[in-house]
């Protein structure tokens, strides 16, 4: 688990009347700020909100927005709806998985992509279809466009690090 950065939670919390009607406000801004809701911040909140630390954990898991563990810094949604399954999402999930060396769906262990499958993201017009950061959606992926599209989003520290000679030549998505 990456150092938790203790001292942003307390100005955090100043921005809300201590009470448990915050809770979900405040765990969605410790959610984005930390692109996950670490333990020590929840027992934080349960403290200051006098909440029990389970109602507190409760919420955290009922909420699919919200994450336990690290995400990555961008987060890739997959489309594996069947409009994307058979115009070949799965290869593009392949060669994203393949260039990122992942096993399968999850967070690379720099953090700096966490990678999800999905179904149907309601374009199904521009199958197959990946949506980065809940916002940027990537219409007609094919294998080729996926270095391309990784390239877009990664710091350029690490772009260069790991860019291949060929990714040069692959069309942005
Ligand atoms: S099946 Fe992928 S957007 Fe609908």
């Known amino acids: 688990m990456p150092h938790v950065e203790m001292e942003k939670v307390e100005p955090l919390l100043e921005q809300y009347e201590p009470q448990r ?16 809701l670490p333990q020590e911040v929840l027992r934080r909140i ?16 009922f909420y699919r927005c919200f994450s336990l563990v690290p995400r990555g810094k961008h987060v890739i949604q997959v489309c594996l709806g ?3 399954h058979v115009r070949g999402a799965p ?23 966490t990678v999800e499958t999905v179904r149907c993201i309601g ?15 990537h219409p007609h992926l094919t294998q080729a466009k ?28």
Do not use: W
């Open 21 to 36: 009607i915050n809770l979900i406000p405040i765990l969605q801004d410790v959610q984005e700020t930390y692109r996950y």
């Open 46 to 61: 349960s403290q200051k909100l006098r909440v029990p630390l389970t109602e507190v954990y409760q919420v955290a898991t």
């Open 82 to 84: 069947t409009a994307c």
């Open 91 to 113: 290869r593009v999930l392949d060669r994203i998985l393949l260039d990122l060396k992942m096993a399968g769906p999850g967070t690379t262990n720099d953090l700096q992509f």
């Open 123 to 137: 374009c199904c017009g521009l199958a197959p279809v990946a949506r980065v950061d809940n916002k940027n959606t």
């Open 146 to 173: 996926v270095g391309g599209l990784l390239k877009k989003y990664q710091d350029k520290a690490e772009a260069s690090r790991t860019a291949k000679p060929d990714e040069a030549s692959h069309a942005e998505a």
